[in-house]
């Protein structure tokens, strides 16, 4: 089994920070890519950002020059720093990976969320 664990996630002022921090474990041998999205009701999951093995990173078009998409150097770690962060980007995010190798191992996985909250 594969388990993503994510936390910073939390109840922040417009125009505050957040930082999240996603570590996936288990019999993994790499992981080509992993991400952030999200989902808000009334609203289907996005795509927040994502970072391939080689640093090629993509952003939501609503986000991008905010948030920032990293990887850890060692672990399979991914982190999102949100800055000026808006009522808009409420929602439950969710770390993904993405083409995980290792003995029985699903290719996508998914964390179980963790909510950010942002406040007018």
């Known amino acids: 089994q594969v388990q993503l664990v994510e936390s910073g996630g939390g109840l922040v002022q417009a125009g505050g920070s957040l930082r999240l921090s996603c570590t996936a474990s288990g019999s993994i041998f790499s992981i080509n890519a992993m991400g952030w999205y999200r989902r808000t009701p009334g609203k289907e999951r996005e795509l927040v950002a994502s970072?391939?093995?080689?640093?090629?990173?993509n952003y939501a078009d609503s986000v991008r020059g905010r948030f920032t998409i990293s990887r850890g150097n060692i672990k399979h770690t991914v982190y999102l720093q949100m800055n000026s962060l808006k009522p808009e980007d409420t929602a439950v995010y969710y770390c993904?990976?993405?083409?995980?190798?290792?003995?029985?191992?699903?290719?996508?996985?998914w964390g179980q969320g963790t909510q950010v909250t942002v406040s007018s």
């Open positions: 993904n990976a993405d083409g995980v190798r290792g003995p029985e191992v699903p290719r996508v996985c």
């Open positions: 970072i391939t093995g080689g640093g090629n990173t």
